[in-house]
């Protein structure tokens, strides 16, 4: 039973044009078509029972659109992530909308929607997610498709993990993408949930290795970053690491299960 805590998909319409346009802006192939049923079609292929789908608003209206798609695709095997632009002017309504639906969390993306992590104004938004106890998976690190500007670095998050210590916060691409010395220093053992998701192709072994030993074994969630990454190669990239039979269940699934 493996979850895969980062994936992406569109609506049919909108995935025929938007894997085109992503896949040049970070000049990386795309492993499926971008729609749900693509995304299963991989999920059957390399036997994950199901993925978290990491939707962005670009725009504070686009809000509703996704939080509607969102509640038509869930089930059994897709868990979307809503999502909320901090230009929002209502931020807590937003939350609370999205306690209503019965959706776990939401997704942000500082790059794509132009904040920095730890930014005053979005207080209203951290204290009311922490409140309803909704998850806030946020990309971290540096972003393939972006000049290397700090918007979610490592010491971002430890101010707001300090900040917010009820936050149910799930860091992205371990701690923090192309940033993981800071990451070792940093967040390395504390209580912040990481997926390490586009993370394997980059580290080597024995680096992935430490990090995952070194942190609390309860906080580290499998991902993929799917359609960016195919799921098949990071199971294997992740189960070569030869990590002991109860670290990996807790990984790829038991950490999953209880967040979700
Ligand atoms: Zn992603």
Redesign the pocket.
């Known amino acids: 039973m493996i979850t895969d805590f980062?994936?992406?998909a569109f609506p049919d319409p909108i995935a025929a044009r938007a894997i085109p346009a992503l896949a040049k802006e970070g000049n990386i192939p795309a492993r499926t078509n971008g729609t749900v049923a693509g995304l299963l079609a991989s999920m059957d292929q390399a036997h994950i029972a199901r993925s978290v789908i990491?939707s962005?608003a670009t725009r504070p209206s686009q809000f509703q659109a996704i939080l509607d798609w969102s509640l038509a695709i869930r089930s059994e095997r897709i868990v979307p992530l809503a999502s909320i632009h901090p230009d929002d002017p209502d931020l807590r309504e937003r939350v609370r909308q999205i306690k209503a639906a019965g959706l776990v969390g939401i997704?942000m993306?500082p790059y794509y929607q132009d904040y920095f992590l730890a930014e005053e104004r979005l207080t209203p938004l951290y204290q009311a997610l922490s409140e309803a106890g909704l998850l806030l998976v946020v990309?971290c690190g540096y972003d393939i498709a972006y000049p290397r500007i700090k918007r979610a670095d490592p010491a971002q998050i430890l101010t707001l993990h300090q900040r917010f210590p009820d936050l149910q916060l799930v860091t992205?691409?371990f701690g923090a993408w192309q940033d993981w010395e800071d990451v070792e220093e940093l967040l390395i053992g504390h209580k912040i949930y990481m997926e390490i998701?586009?993370s394997l192709q980059y580290l080597k072994p024995d680096e992935a290795t430490r990090l995952i030993k070194a942190h609390p074994a309860e906080y580290l969630l499998f991902?993929s970053?799917s359609p960016?990454a195919e799921q098949q190669d990071c199971l294997n990239q992740f189960n070569s690491l030869g990590l002991d039979a109860a670290l990996c269940r807790q990984i790829l699934h038991d950490n999953a299960e209880k967040l979700l």
Request: aromatic letters at 14%; glycine letters at 6%; charged letters at 15%.
């Open positions: 980062h994936c992406h990491c962005i997704k993306h990309h992205t691409h998701s586009f991902g970053d960016w």
